[in-house]
């Protein structure tokens, strides 16, 4: 609703209070117009103010013409999930006006396009419209179709600078940087930030209640997405050799592992390449080549998505039985099948966990942010190399495609990659007979050999029944010492593995074990939760197999909510198979609706369990 | 059953390569196979093509799927390592060997069914890539291993020692591999020692992905009357169109060849094949009059053999990704990251 002369009337709810660095933005855009590099100038702009900011593209799984979504969590707490509602809302899609608008908080706003006037079929009482005739002024200023239609997009950043109080220095910066070489297009978008600017100082009182001031909460971070911290860690760790089949949400891992290899390993004077990346024919062909590749000796690794991982079930297995350290990375989206293949969930727990048929369980690591994404990308390939086995690491679209605000990822230049049990030539000749799969530790890990370094470490590496020396075997007792050893292997690496993140206060008895991308959403739970007088404690799994940690987390509470994004409780189920937890004491907390969760999603359900517990 | 070490027999009198390896060095374990089997026919080959050849047994990889044909790479070069993979995905393993070791000499043994059903797709995208390989199909028109099942590649009006008759069209891999651009394509017969051998010898020296289809019949589930992949068959039908020798890079053609007509045909590391036409109507440099010569035999029943399709100096996988010289894995860790201080530098732009 605005007044006669065009200013915001004060709604009852906003006028209550003026919030200051802790609101959502959210951007309603259509799929395709660009919209991208204007959200992320708004972001850029409010982190440099030293504001903490998480954003969350919501797209459909389409190129051109839908709806689509941009979120943006201010808040000067730091919390990283979704709120759960919306304060501001830029409605940039005509298509979506009314839901975009019902979804505004009560004492929120609603910027739209007013180009083509819509103020009487806005209509709620409780939020202010504000109306910008943004596509009219570019079109007025920008000759080109596509500038036009880029440029509205750039304009209601200009608008948001008015209306938050965003630093226009920053924004100016901003675009210097971005368009370094480009001086046109630094003026072009200044332009259209101005428009937006001075027409909103115009005709609204700016600021608006809610509004931004400078911070110093984001010194030594950086806003990165999952994906590209994943690359970072395997272009770290040392892998030459990427195999892939497109997917989303994990098709941005390898783009950017891709041009990381070309900016760091490539010969400025021969052009040579430290590196070889395949775009399979599928999937089975994806995970064969990096077996083939680490089986060969080279770091390799597959980023996927859960399809994918169905595909490569039968090789895991393979590489689970004959030991071959294959690293993969499932970039989790909604099932079963194609489901919305541009939403998030943490839905593939337990398809990885015992991937293939037969007796297979995995390592698992389940990175919570981009920066753990980094780290553990590293740790998978030490682990697997270590273990000569299969490492997945589940990520998921939420962190894998999303930006995130992270500490800075630190390195330690004495790192040097564990290649774990490797014979090298001259311990070969010295070893007329090597046996391929014997405990020679009683660690359960073997010694393995790599192809062309000896011919004493020759052996055909098989999937069918084999012996302690890697030859074919139909014997029952040779067949299960090694299966026996296999278990003893996965025992040593349970110890061995990522600790749990434990935070505990006081003496409650009540906790939350939760995973993965979650973390966001359970702090804020926490905090709310103690708000109103319930104090839980907090387990995030980062591994698979768990650790003792995790067995003594579930013995020291007497009940546990177990928060995770699926339907199925897969977390919860894996627990219970795998400690000593019994069913009556983890309760599930499920959230799979391909929306991120948000701390909302768990304190009502807590809240009423536990004041349900209190009445009884 | 466990494992079969044959008897360690030193015959000093055998002769010996410039290594200093005989003919014994290079085979491996006793095999399991049927007696009389194709299969076993072809390991001798290979016994015989890699001593020839003097390949580092450690520096050759052994690849395979599965099925009776898929278990021969135990039975050759005990001191070559390999990879009995999973059924029809061979050739993606091998690509990732080749792709992290460009050094090793990467052979690949696979069977009709594991190469033209299951693996199809995989196999069509090896050749694609002109992975540099030489890849063995064992084809015996039947699944062995599950007990004579028909294959893609049997005939029409094959019949199967059940009794049933097949009516679908076969995948003929020669055929198909000139159409997909693989630039080494040749057939043989298990049977044919003088012509297999040479055509190993040069599948393996061929820099790029080389396609070896050899007939092996199956003696316990396709060597019967009505049978066209059984010995009596390919023998009666045998239409050898063009002979190949294999000329190690030092030596003179001229003194492997005094007589006939003879079409060298260099390969990257000087090595040559000798050509003999047998057909006149043959060219195994021109794809589609290949293809003709081919589908017009095939439907006299012909089983044309010999070097069908040659197109040397293509680029290999490798070439096209300007891969350095060398395995992957010993690049030194240095080189593969810009450390600490490129880690910062890197995130300026996440700021
Ligand atoms: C995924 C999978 N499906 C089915 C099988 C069963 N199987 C084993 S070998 C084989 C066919 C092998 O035929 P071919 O490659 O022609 O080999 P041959 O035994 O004839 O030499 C099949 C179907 C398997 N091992 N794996
Ligand atoms: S079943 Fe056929 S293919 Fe298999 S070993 Fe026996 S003869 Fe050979
Ligand atoms: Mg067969």
Same mark, same amino acid.
């Given at each position: 609703?605005?007044?006669?002369?065009?200013?915001?009337?004060?709604?009852?709810?906003?006028?209550?209070?003026?919030?200051?660095?802790?609101?959502?933005?959210?951007?309603?855009?259509?799929?395709?117009?660009?919209?991208?590099s204007?959200?992320?100038?708004l972001?850029?702009?409010?982190?440099?103010?030293?504001?903490?900011?998480?954003?969350?593209?919501?797209?459909?799984?389409?190129?051109?013409?839908?709806p689509?979504?941009y979120?943006?969590?201010?808040?000067?707490?730091?919390?990283?999930?979704?709120?759960?509602?919306?304060?501001?809302?830029?409605?940039?899609n005509?298509?979506?006006?009314?839901?975009?608008?019902a979804?505004?908080?009560?004492?929120?706003?609603?910027?739209?396009?007013?180009?083509?006037?819509?103020?009487?079929?806005?209509?709620?009482?409780?939020?202010?419209?504000?109306?910008?005739?943004?596509?009219?002024m570019?079109?007025?200023?920008?000759?080109?179709?596509?500038?036009?239609?880029?440029?509205?997009?750039?304009?209601?950043?200009?608008?948001?600078?008015?209306?938050?109080?965003?630093?226009?220095?920053?924004?100016?910066?901003?675009?210097?940087?971005?368009?370094?070489?480009?001086?046109?297009?630094?003026?072009?978008?200044?332009?259209a930030?101005?428009?937006?600017?001075?027409?909103?100082?115009?005709?609204?009182?700016?600021?608006?209640?809610?509004?931004?001031?400078?911070?110093?909460?984001?010194?030594?971070h950086?806003?990165?997405?999952?994906?590209t911290?994943?690359?970072?860690?395997?272009?770290?760790?040392?892998?030459?050799?990427?195999?892939?089949?497109?997917?989303?949400?994990?098709?941005?891992?390898?783009d950017?592992?891709?041009?990381?290899?070309?900016?760091?390993?490539?010969?400025?004077?021969?052009?040579?390449?430290?590196?070889?990346?395949?775009?399979?024919?599928?999937?089975?062909?994806?995970?064969?080549?990096?077996?083939?590749?680490?089986?060969?000796?080279?770091?390799a690794?597959?980023?996927?998505?859960?399809?994918?991982?169905?595909?490569?079930?039968?090789?895991?297995?393979?590489?689970?039985?004959?030991?071959?350290?294959?690293?993969?990375?499932?970039?989790?989206?909604?099932?079963?099948?194609?489901?919305?293949?541009?939403?998030?969930?943490?839905?593939?727990?337990?398809?990885?966990?015992?991937?293939?048929?037969?007796?297979?369980?995995?390592?698992?690591?389940?990175?919570?942010?981009?920066?753990?994404?980094?780290?553990?990308?590293?740790?998978?390939?030490?682990?697997?190399?270590?273990?000569?086995?299969?490492?997945?690491?589940?990520?998921?679209?939420?962190?894998?495609?999303?930006?995130?605000?992270?500490?800075?990822?630190?390195?330690?230049?004495?790192?040097?990659?564990?290649?774990?049990?490797?014979?090298?030539?001259?311990?070969?000749?010295?070893?007329?007979?090597?046996?391929?799969?014997?405990?020679?530790?009683?660690?359960?890990?073997?010694?393995?050999?790599?192809?062309?370094?000896?011919?004493?470490?020759?052996y055909?590496?098989?999937?069918?029944?084999?012996?302690?020396?890697?030859?074919?075997?139909?014997?029952?007792?040779?067949?299960?010492?090694?299966?026996?050893?296999?278990?003893?292997?996965?025992?040593?690496?349970?110890?061995?593995?990522?600790?749990?993140?434990?935070?505990?206060?006081?003496?409650?008895?009540?906790?939350?074990?939760?995973?993965?991308?979650?973390d966001?959403?359970?702090?804020?739970?926490?905090?709310?939760?103690?708000?109103?007088?319930?104090?839980?404690?907090?387990?995030?799994?980062?591994?698979?197999?768990?650790?003792?940690?995790?067995?003594?987390?579930?013995?020291?509470?007497?009940?546990?909510?177990?928060?995770?994004?699926?339907?199925d409780?897969?977390?919860?189920?894996?627990?219970?198979m795998?400690?000593?937890?019994?069913?009556?004491?983890?309760?599930?907390?499920?959230?799979?609706?391909?929306?991120?969760?948000?701390?909302?999603?768990?304190?009502?359900?807590?809240?009423?369990?536990?004041?349900?517990?209190?009445?009884? | 059953?466990?494992?079969?070490?044959?008897?360690?027999?030193?015959?000093?009198?055998?002769?010996?390569?410039?290594?200093?390896?005989?003919?014994?060095?290079?085979?491996?374990?006793?095999?399991?196979?049927?007696?009389?089997?194709?299969?076993?026919?072809?390991?001798?080959?290979?016994?015989?093509?890699?001593?020839?050849?003097?390949?580092?047994?450690?520096?050759?990889?052994?690849?395979?799927?599965?099925?009776?044909?898929?278990?021969?790479?135990?039975?050759?070069?005990?001191?070559?390592?390999?990879?009995?993979?999973?059924?029809?995905?061979?050739?993606?393993?091998?690509?990732?060997?080749?792709?992290?070791?460009?050094?090793?000499?990467?052979?690949?043994?696979?069977?009709?069914?594991?190469?033209?059903?299951i693996?199809?797709?995989?196999?069509?995208?090896?050749?694609?890539?002109?992975l540099?390989?030489?890849?063995?199909?064992?084809?015996?028109?039947?699944?062995g291993?599950?007990?004579?099942?028909?294959?893609?590649?049997?005939?029409?009006?094959?019949?199967?020692k059940?009794?049933?008759?097949n =009516?679908?069209?076969?995948i &003929? %891999?020669?055929?198909? $591999?000139?159409a997909? +651009?693989?630039?080494f394509? *040749?057939?043989?017969?298990?049977?044919?020692?003088?012509?297999?051998?040479?055509?190993?010898?040069a599948?393996?020296?061929?820099?790029?992905?080389?396609?070896?289809?050899?007939?092996?019949?199956?003696?316990?589930?396709?060597?019967?009357?009505?049978?066209?992949?059984?010995?009596?068959?390919t023998r009666?039908?045998?239409?050898?169109?063009?002979h190949?020798?294999?000329?190690?890079?030092?030596?003179?053609?001229?003194?492997?060849y005094?007589?006939?007509?003879?079409?060298?045909?260099?390969?990257?590391?000087?090595?040559?094949?000798?050509?003999?036409? =047998?057909?006149?109507?043959? &060219? %195994?440099?021109?794809? $589609?009059?290949?293809? +003709?010569?081919?589908?017009? *035999?095939?439907?006299?029943?012909?089983?044309?053999?010999?070097?069908?399709?040659?197109?040397?100096?293509?680029?290999?996988?490798?070439?096209?990704?300007?891969?350095?010289?060398g395995?992957?894995?010993?690049?030194?860790?240095?080189?593969?990251?810009?450390?600490?201080?490129?880690?910062?530098?890197?995130?300026?732009?996440?700021?």
């Amino acid at each position: 609703m605005t007044s006669d002369n065009g200013m915001p009337a004060p709604s009852d709810a906003a006028a209550a209070a003026s919030r200051v660095n802790d609101f959502v933005i959210k951007i309603a855009n259509v799929n395709g117009t660009g919209s991208a590099s204007a959200n992320g100038l708004l972001m850029k702009s409010l982190f440099r103010m030293g504001i903490p900011v998480t954003g969350k593209n919501f797209f459909p799984s389409n190129i051109q013409g839908l709806p689509t979504w941009y979120e943006i969590r201010v808040s000067r707490d730091g919390y990283r999930c979704r709120s759960g509602q919306v304060d501001i809302m830029v409605a940039m899609n005509n298509e979506t006006y009314a839901d975009d608008l019902a979804e505004v908080a009560p004492g929120g706003f609603f910027l739209y396009d007013a180009t083509w006037p819509r103020d009487s079929q806005l209509s709620r009482k409780d939020v202010t419209i504000i109306g910008i005739p943004l596509a009219g002024m570019c079109n007025e200023h920008f000759d080109q179709a596509r500038s036009r239609i880029l440029m509205k997009n750039v304009a209601y950043v200009g608008a948001l600078a008015a209306l938050l109080d965003i630093d226009m220095a920053i924004i100016r910066q901003l675009l210097n940087e971005t368009f370094a070489s480009k001086a046109h297009l630094v003026d072009a978008n200044q332009a259209a930030i101005d428009l937006g600017f001075q027409y909103a100082q115009e005709h609204f009182s700016c600021p608006l209640p809610l509004r931004l001031e400078a911070m110093d909460k984001t010194a030594g971070h950086i806003m990165i997405d999952g994906n590209t911290a994943a690359a970072m860690g395997c272009l770290y760790a040392g892998a030459t050799v990427g195999a892939w089949y497109p997917i989303t949400p994990s098709t941005s891992l390898m783009d950017a592992f891709k041009s990381l290899c070309e900016r760091y390993r490539v010969d400025p004077d021969s052009g040579e390449r430290r590196f070889c990346i395949v775009q399979a024919e599928d999937e089975l062909a994806a995970v064969g080549m990096v077996v083939g590749a680490a089986w060969a000796g080279a770091r390799a690794f597959t980023p996927t998505s859960g399809p994918g991982i169905s595909l490569m079930s039968e090789f895991i297995g393979f590489a689970y039985y004959t030991e071959v350290p294959i690293v993969l990375v499932d970039v989790q989206r909604v099932g079963p099948s194609t489901g919305m293949p541009t939403r998030t969930q943490q839905c593939d727990i337990l398809s990885c966990a015992f991937a293939s048929h037969g007796d297979t369980r995995h390592i698992l690591l389940f990175p919570a942010d981009p920066h753990e994404c980094f780290e553990l990308a590293v740790a998978a390939f030490d682990l697997a190399e270590r273990f000569q086995t299969p490492v997945m690491m589940l990520t998921d679209l939420d962190i894998g495609m999303n930006d995130w605000m992270v500490p800075e990822l630190t390195w330690d230049d004495s790192y040097l990659p564990d290649r774990g049990k490797v014979l090298t030539a001259e311990e070969l000749a010295e070893m007329p007979d090597f046996h391929r799969y014997a405990d020679v530790d009683g660690d359960g890990v073997p010694w393995r050999s790599l192809p062309g370094v000896h011919p004493n470490g020759a052996y055909f590496l098989r999937g069918s029944g084999h012996t302690e020396r890697g030859t074919y075997t139909e014997n029952s007792e040779e067949y299960q010492r090694v299966l026996d050893r296999l278990e003893r292997k996965f025992e040593t690496a349970r110890h061995a593995l990522p600790a749990p993140v434990v935070e505990t206060s006081a003496d409650a008895q009540v906790g939350i074990i939760s995973i993965g991308s979650c973390d966001g959403a359970v702090r804020e739970a926490r905090d709310l939760l103690a708000g109103r007088g319930y104090a839980l404690n907090y387990l995030r799994v980062k591994a698979f197999p768990f650790s003792d940690e995790v067995e003594a987390f579930i013995a020291g509470h007497r009940r546990i909510f177990v928060v995770e994004q699926n339907r199925d409780g897969q977390l919860r189920r894996l627990l219970l198979m795998e400690t000593q937890a019994t069913r009556q004491q983890l309760n599930s907390i499920r959230h799979y609706n391909g929306m991120p969760i948000s701390a909302r999603d768990i304190v009502e359900d807590i809240g009423r369990a536990l004041s349900q517990e209190a009445a009884a | 059953m466990s494992f079969i070490r044959k008897p360690t027999v030193t015959n000093s009198r055998l002769p010996k390569n410039s290594l200093g390896l005989t003919r014994r060095d290079y085979e491996g374990g006793m095999s399991t196979l049927c007696a009389g089997c194709g299969h076993d026919s072809i390991t001798a080959a290979l016994i015989q093509a890699a001593w020839e050849l003097e390949l580092v047994p450690h520096q050759v990889v052994k690849l395979s799927g599965i099925g009776c044909s898929s278990k021969t790479p135990a039975y050759f070069m005990s001191q070559a390592h390999g990879v009995n993979s999973v059924h029809g995905r061979m050739p993606s393993v091998a690509t990732g060997a080749g792709a992290a070791n460009r050094d090793l000499v990467c052979l690949g043994v696979s069977g009709d069914g594991d190469s033209l059903s299951i693996g199809f797709g995989q196999l069509a995208h090896a050749m694609r890539r002109n992975l540099n390989m030489a890849y063995v199909i064992e084809n015996n028109g039947v699944y062995g291993l599950t007990k004579g099942q028909f294959s893609a590649s049997a005939d029409v009006g094959s019949r199967a020692k059940r009794g049933e008759t097949n =009516v679908q069209p076969p995948i &003929d %891999p020669v055929v198909t $591999a000139i159409a997909l +651009g693989c630039t080494f394509v *040749a057939r043989s017969f298990s049977g044919d020692k003088q012509q297999l051998v040479p055509l190993l010898k040069a599948a393996i020296r061929h820099r790029g992905f080389a396609l070896l289809d050899v007939l092996s019949p199956c003696v316990t589930f396709n060597d019967h009357e009505d049978s066209t992949k059984s010995y009596a068959y390919t023998r009666r039908y045998y239409h050898p169109a063009i002979h190949a020798d294999f000329v190690p890079p030092a030596q003179d053609i001229k003194a492997a060849y005094d007589h006939g007509e003879a079409m060298p045909v260099e390969l990257h590391d000087g090595s040559r094949i000798v050509l003999r036409k =047998v057909d006149e109507g043959f &060219d %195994p440099s021109d794809r $589609a009059r290949t293809i +003709g010569f081919l589908q017009d *035999a095939a439907k006299r029943g012909e089983v044309v053999t010999g070097l069908m399709y040659i197109q040397p100096g293509q680029d290999d996988l490798h070439d096209v990704n300007h891969t350095v010289p060398g395995p992957l894995h010993s690049q030194p860790y240095d080189g593969l990251h810009p450390g600490a201080e490129g880690l910062r530098e890197l995130q300026q732009r996440y700021r």
